[in-house]
């Protein structure tokens, strides 16, 4: 409702595109540590951020049948990522929400915050918490748990 529905942009306007966008341009990954609008000029280097559902649900939260409604758009977006490429979940529900798209085993592929999975179509799927807002001042996630996930993502770019 304030965020990407909004704006235009995943994570802009909300709460948890504070701490994303800070992020990716601290890993140099995007033009600016803020984004303000879809056309504030922000521009992203080398990905691309999407979302598991292209609606807002019901107290902010999908549910099954919600993913699995919007679920063929993610799953064009991944198939347009290049065969090596990383794929980074924020939470539970975009995890389980890409597994879907690449019609993986949820039970193969369990979530946990920093995880590493090597897919068997040479893409590896990271995952952190949600940079949530609840996330965030519960202290569940910090920006260093955040950042380290980004640094070993960086590390897995710059080894190719």
Do not use: W
Not at 2 to 11: K, Q, V, W, Y
Not at 39 to 46: A, E, I, M, Y
Not at 102 to 110: M, T
Request: hydrophobic share 35%; glycine share 8%.
């Amino acid at each position: 409702m304030h965020g990407a529905n909004r704006t235009g942009r995943p994570f802009t306007g909300d709460f948890a595109g504070i701490l994303l966008y800070q992020t990716l341009h601290r890993f140099g990954l995007a033009s600016a540590p803020v984004s303000l609008h879809g056309d504030d000029g922000l521009t992203l280097t080398g990905c691309r951020i999407t979302n598991a559902v292209k609606c807002l649900p019901p107290q902010n939260k999908p549910d099954r049948g919600e993913i699995k409604q919007c679920n063929r758009y993610l799953k064009t977006e991944l198939n347009a990522l290049r065969e090596e490429g990383i794929i980074l979940a924020l939470g539970t529900i975009a995890h389980q929400a890409v597994l879907l798209a690449l019609e993986l085993k949820q039970s193969r592929y369990p979530f946990g915050h920093g995880a590493r999975h090597l897919l068997p179509d040479g893409r590896t799927l990271y995952d952190s918490y949600h940079c949530s807002r609840y996330n965030t001042q519960t202290r569940r996630l910090s920006p260093a748990m955040f950042e380290a996930v980004f640094a070993d993502i960086t590390r897995d770019l710059n080894s190719d």
